[in-house]
Nanobody, 125 residues
């Protein structure tokens, strides 16, 4: 199993980016996916997640600005990020949960079985 995150880059405040996470070795619908981020000097935090049944969850910092979705044909989960702020600057990681917790709306960090390598998002003011 390999999770490949991509789509990061440098964007001005107010701009948008779409992150992608391709889940090689997994069948779409068999896993939940979470997007996490870790900013400079900060702890890792959950940004958004989607259950294997398609139920999305957003952290307060992401509500109204970010959207998580999946593409069955491409076995890819996306994180659309709009109205970006400098405080969104971080390395973003995707993670997959293939266990029984995959149907839950929210899960603990330790319930994720696989992690991607991260993609850097830099938002300039």
């Amino acid at each position: 199993v390999q999770l490949q995150a991509s789509g990061g880059g440098v964007v001005q405040a107010g701009g948008s980016l779409r992150l992608s996470c391709v889940a090689s070795g997994l069948v779409f619908g068999s896993y939940a996916m979470g997007w996490y981020r870790q900013g400079p000097g900060k702890e890792r935090e959950l940004v958004a997640s989607i259950s294997n049944g398609g139920r999305p969850y957003y952290a307060d910092s992401a509500k109204g600005r970010f959207s998580i979705s999946g593409d069955n044909a491409k076995n890819t989960v996306y994180l659309q990020m709009n109205s970006l702020k400098p405080e969104d600057t971080a390395v973003y990681y995707c993670a997959a949960d293939v266990g029984p917790s995959r149907a839950k709306l929210v899960r603990f960090d330790w319930e994720y079985d696989y992690w991607g390598q991260g993609t850097l998002v830099t938002v300039s003011s």
